[in-house]
């Protein structure tokens, strides 16, 4: 069975920081291309951040960049969402995603093959 299950999330003050991860199972996770996506109260699914399977390409949504950083560990099946100075408007459900195409996840994402379950994260002003 292959599943998406995120971790990490909660409620932190503004300027805070918080790590989401995301294990992946039943798939050959080496293979895959990985992103973050948000979705607020209200607002339509966004892509924050996605990584190839080799860590050589990785794509940032402008309003997080400088402050997100996604890594992957692929022995331990994991990728990773590093999130600092976080904001009032990052406050959202955060989705892990799988495909084996990295221009899957930043442009199509209706097609992506694997979601997660979400994590929500809340950010007090």
């Known amino acids: 069975q292959v599943q998406l299950v995120e971790s990490g999330g909660g409620l932190v003050q503004a300027g805070g920081s918080l790590r989401l991860s995301c294990a992946a199972s039943?798939?050959?996770?080496?293979?895959?291309?990985m992103g973050w996506f948000r979705q607020a109260p209200g607002k339509e699914r966004e892509i924050v951040a996605a990584?190839?399977?080799?860590?050589?390409?990785?794509y940032y949504a402008d309003s997080v960049k400088g402050r997100f950083t996604i890594s992957r560990v692929n022995a331990k099946n994991t990728v990773y969402l590093q999130m600092n100075s976080l904001k009032p408007e990052d406050t959202a459900v955060y989705y892990c995603?799988?495909?084996?195409?990295?221009?899957?996840?930043?442009?199509?994402?209706?097609?992506?093959?694997?979601w997660g379950q979400g994590t929500l994260v809340t950010v007090s002003s």
């Open positions: 995603a799988a495909d084996k195409s990295i221009v899957t996840i930043r442009v199509r994402d209706r097609n992506v093959e694997v």
């Open positions: 990584i190839s399977w080799s860590t050589d390409n990785t």
């Open positions: 039943g798939l050959t996770f080496s293979r895959y291309a």
